[in-house]
């Protein structure tokens, strides 16, 4: 009995029959059949697929399947007709494309398809060994292409846009570290020269062509508040009260709506606590390592602790608090004031924290064997103080201890001894517009050329997560690992 099967016949080649007890001619050429019985003996040629071809044979064919031509008008694959999908290669131009954002170098070119295969919002700045920078950076990340995804054949300066209403998406990193702290350095530049963080002369300052100007900075606090979920803002330096038109600029970032505070040293507080506190500035931060004049021109090369001391009272009476004092000591150098210094902070009602120093000098002088650590700054206030552990509030970086019958606090910030990299939720945004994910990275993310290249929100929000995707797991120091950061403190901002 015949059968009469409907069956593909691209390129002159009609469906294969299991057997045939004689050649079957070709259905479109009429041409001879190949040995094999029910193949066209031109098949090679590849005509045109012509899908409504049947052939009458004996017996029903081996496969009924393969029932339609793939798209690019070639013959299906075979994986389609044992009835599993075929395999897929993404398009060449997403394969080997190179950057095409905003920027110079193609810089800000963004890849957010869903198989991305490093997540949405995998950079693509260029190729690396003939293949795009997201490959690289899937390697990096551990994530190969075709594993945990596909190859990315997403769009490029894409990102899904903000869901009015609704939350921003976390900025989480590989190891699902939620980053809502921003810090937010406004210039490179300080009036003091403290010896453990620069040379007398002072280094190289940046240009100020290099520095974000006022939109700049606002922008990108507004995408970090809006769109990747950043709560806090605290604006660094350098000397952030060196930076012109700061009220206006504290004004503009509070109305963004995130908690908003200040680190700086102190001279010129005194005059801009009260404006600053009104333009919506919440608290603030000021350094001071000693307590004696002639101590304090020592270390910091300029005899300014008058002006130190008015600013904290100044912030006090402002209402920025709580007014947090942090202290450096260095073995050898103001190590004998810790004590002193706590019950200064517990007479004014100020909040002392003790800082073990880092090597983030510009000078490349720090030693370990200079640093006090948390364990001899704890042992040295117990001598003083009835110390009852507080623990460490939500992801803050320092440890705290109050002291028995008050409500004063202190805290000690073990950023070498006790390193809490594990629970870090911060990011660093330096005053050249260089995006760093670790204080000690050694890498990081121009998102100035992104502003001034005319990328919109959407592509630097996308580098953004790429960066913080890329985050290390700590910091290593003491290890074979650790780094020294090119930049020093000042650069980068506390």
Known sequence: TSITSAAVACGGRAARPARSEEPMPCAQSGLPTSRQPGRCAVARTRPPCAPSTTVTSAQPPARTTATACSTSGRPPYRSRALGRPPRRRPPPAARTRAATGPGPAGVGAVCMGPACPVGAGARIVGSHKGKPRAAAAARRFGRWPGRARAPCTGAMNTAPPPVPGAAPRPLVDRFGRVHTDLRVSLTDRCNLRCTYCMPAEGPAWLARAEVLGDDEVVRLVRIAVERLGVRSVRLTGGEPLLRRGLTGLVGRIAALGAELSLTTNGIGLARTAAGLREAGLGRVNVSLDTLRPERFAAITRRDRIGDVLAGLAAAKAAGLG?????????????????????????????????????????????????????????????????????????????????????????????????????????????????????????????????????????????????????????????????????????????
């Open 322 to 494: 709580p007014v947090k004092v942090n202290a450096v000591p260095v073995r050898g150098v103001n190590d004998d004031e810790i004590v002193e210094l706590a019950a200064f902070a517990l007479a004014n009602g100020y909040r002392m924290r003790f800082i073990e120093s880092m090597p983030l000098d510009a000078q490349g002088a720090w030693e370990r064997s200079a640093m006090v650590t948390a364990e001899e700054i704890l042992a040295r206030l117990g001598e003083r103080f009835d110390l009852r552990p507080v623990g460490r509030p939500g992801n803050a970086p320092a440890e705290e201890w109050r002291i028995a019958g008050t409500d004063a606090v202190v805290g000690v910030i073990a950023s070498v001894t006790r390193p809490f990299c594990g629970g870090c939720d911060r990011v660093r945004l330096t005053a050249d517009g260089q995006l760093r994910a670790c204080l000690f990275a050694t890498e990081e993310s121009d998102l100035r050329a992104l502003l001034r290249g005319g990328a919109d929100d959407a592509a630097i929000e996308a580098a953004w997560r790429v960066a913080v995707a890329g985050k290390g797991p700590g910091h290593a120091i003491g290890s074979a690992r650790f780094v020294r950061p090119d930049r020093p403190m000042s650069a980068i901002g506390g």
